[in-house]
């Protein structure tokens, strides 16, 4: 069973760029989160998306916006960056139940 | 307003001994409680989840409970050993989007 993956798995960014992040799911999972980490602190929810479509959004901008595709791997885009972006980005996939989250090693974004 | 408090100081505990960790909540009424652990650089692990009806949960050397009265919950580790060392973070399933709610995390440090 192959886990959850993510790339790239670091990134430097100036303020104003763009970026993608991706994510594949773990086999079988159909449901995937994305999570903002600053350090020292807990993940902050973005947003979920199951079977291709966003199911729930947390407080953030319209900047931050995403996809899933058939295969259930999934993106994460943020536009026009600010220094306050730079943080670990996770991805997280779950199956059915939706309850218990695989995490990925996660993104370290720095945007100078 | 809503918090979730986890002690912000880090853990020392001796090897073999018991390490408590503790998640406070306010204002939430959580259906259910995980407990993740963190390595640095790595994303969160899951460990154990704990229903709203149920008081205590066991797996292998780990226990958690669960007061919805005092709204607490408690993350032991019996025996525990150098490589239990990491972050430990509570988190709370409060909608039916299965979105979670994260405390900050605390560290443990088992010294040998």
């Known amino acids: 069973e192959t886990g959850v993956t993510q790339s790239p798995t670091h990134l430097i960014k100036t303020r104003g760029q763009q970026v993608t992040l991706r994510c594949s799911s773990q086999s079988g999972h159909n449901t995937v989160s994305w999570y903002q980490q600053a350090l020292g602190q807990g993940p902050q929810f973005i947003f979920q998306y199951y079977r291709e479509e966003e199911n729930g959004r947390g407080n953030f901008p319209p900047r931050f916006s995403g996809l899933q595709f058939p295969n259930y791997s999934s993106e994460l885009n943020v536009n026009a960056l600010e220094l306050d972006d730079s943080a670990l980005y996770l991805c997280?996939?779950?199956?059915?139940?939706?309850?218990?989250?695989?995490f990925g090693p996660g993104t370290r974004l720095l945007v100078l | 307003s809503q918090k979730i408090e986890q002690n912000s100081e880090a853990l020392n505990i001796q090897e073999g001994k018991t390490a408590t960790l503790t998640c406070n909540y306010t204002?939430?009424?959580?259906?259910?409680l995980q407990w993740y652990r963190q390595d640095p650089g790595r994303g969160p692990v899951f460990l154990l989840l704990?229903?709203?009806n149920e008081k205590e949960k066991r797996k292998e050397r780990l226990k958690v409970t669960f007061d919805t009265t005092l709204k607490q919950s408690l993350f032991h580790i019996t025996a525990s050993q150098p490589a239990d060392s990491a972050t430990y973070l509570c988190a709370l399933g409060v909608d039916s989007n299965y979105q979670l709610i994260w405390g900050a995390g605390t560290k443990l440090i088992i010294k040998p």
């Open positions: 704990i229903r709203e």
């Open positions: 204002n939430y009424s959580p259906a259910y």
């Open positions: 997280a996939s779950s199956s059915r139940d939706r309850e218990t989250q695989y």
